[in-house]
């Protein structure tokens, strides 16, 4: 079914954009939750997949909150405070859910999804009975799917995402807002003081958000947008960014990785040419045929200069790029 949202001078004038962890969070689990992996994320999707299933985390708290298809869980998405919030900020807001919204979220969930008792709805009854304390938990869950999903490659993730929001805001002010929504994807119409979503499963009007709205770009949501409506916030758009199709394409140094040998020694710069994706020391050293202690202490003063970032994946850390890095490795001329 199609879906309008009604616009006022009002309501565009508080029309912007935020890039948001949490979008990132859930988007990027309902795609791992699917039954294939589009081709776009493919190769992340074949790194990150063995590392969740050794965590449990494919049958955790998300995995009942945010299901493959339909409805998920609106207190996941709190409205940004700004432009680009850190994750830490976010699950501020989801741990400080009402719970009455928990509980109206719930309801809804399980109006989509009956089925027998199990583990699953065990969860959503300890959500439902002691909010306070199961949000911590659903908190404590996402903050190590983002290590193990997210936090590697948020670098690259977060240039593109930005990358839209300035193309978008260039368009705002050269063409104006209507404008820019008209071209925000295949399934979304502008027309005379309305917002057409074409073909959507749930509604967005007015009478169920709050005055404006928030375009989230995101770099897991393709194909479709996604929409959440909450009163008295905005409603909130999440449409796919500009350049997916080559966000996880290899990123070879080329000569300018020469450069950055004669500055940085051709050991480090050949380890940074291989955290192209997230490594382990011990992936690294078989990778590099350098000794583990050797890659160790590289990698400590390559993060210590910025260039590389650690995150913890169970038993063992994951290094990876900066977009420091990306930067001096780009080959020269690029944009």
């Not at 983002?146 to 936090?151: P, Y």
């Not at 690259?156 to 929001?165: K, P, Y």
């Not at 002010?173 to 309305?194: F, K, P, Q």
Request: neutral net charge; hydrophobic residues 45%; proline residues 8%.
């Amino acid at each position: 079914m199609d879906s309008e949202l009604s616009f006022s001078t009002a309501d565009l004038a508080q029309t912007r954009f935020a890039v948001s962890p949490m979008w990132e969070v859930v988007t990027s689990f309902r795609l791992l939750a699917g039954a294939a992996d589009p081709v776009p994320h493919r190769r992340w999707a074949e790194q990150v997949r063995p590392r969740l299933r050794c965590a449990g985390l494919d049958r955790g708290w998300l995995a009942e909150l945010v299901p493959a298809r339909g409805y998920l869980a609106d207190f996941l998405n709190p409205t940004p405070a700004g432009p680009f919030p850190e994750l830490a900020a976010e699950l501020a807001m989801i741990r400080d859910t009402a719970p009455e919204r928990v509980r109206a979220d719930l309801a809804r969930l399980r109006a989509e999804r009956p089925g027998p008792a199990g583990a699953g709805p065990a969860r959503l009854r300890l959500l439902e009975e002691a909010p306070g304390a199961a949000l911590e938990k659903v908190a404590a869950e996402i903050e190590t799917y983002w290590e193990l999903a997210i936090a590697p490659y948020w670098a690259r993730i977060r240039q593109l995402l930005e990358a839209d929001v300035f193309h978008r805001a260039r368009q705002v002010a050269e063409y104006g807002s209507a404008y820019v929504l008209n071209e925000l994807h295949e399934s979304v119409r502008w027309d005379e003081g309305t917002l057409r979503l074409v073909r959507r499963h749930c509604s967005v009007t007015r009478d169920h958000a709050g005055a404006g709205m928030l375009l989230v770009p995101s770099a897991f949501a393709w194909p479709r947008v996604l929409t959440r409506s909450v009163v008295p916030e905005p409603p909130q758009l999440a449409y796919p960014a500009r350049g997916i199709g080559t966000l996880w394409e290899p990123r070879t140094p080329g000569a300018a990785g020469e450069a950055v040998a004669a500055v940085l020694g051709r050991s480090r710069a050949l380890l940074l040419a291989e955290l192209d994706t997230p490594a382990s020391t011990t992936d690294l050293a078989a990778r590099c045929a350098l000794s583990a202690p050797a890659v160790s202490q590289h990698l400590t003063a390559l993060r210590g200069a910025g260039l590389v970032t650690a995150h913890r994946a169970g038993r063992s850390v994951l290094y990876a790029r900066t977009a420091v890095a990306d930067a001096l490795l780009a080959p020269v001329g690029a944009a």
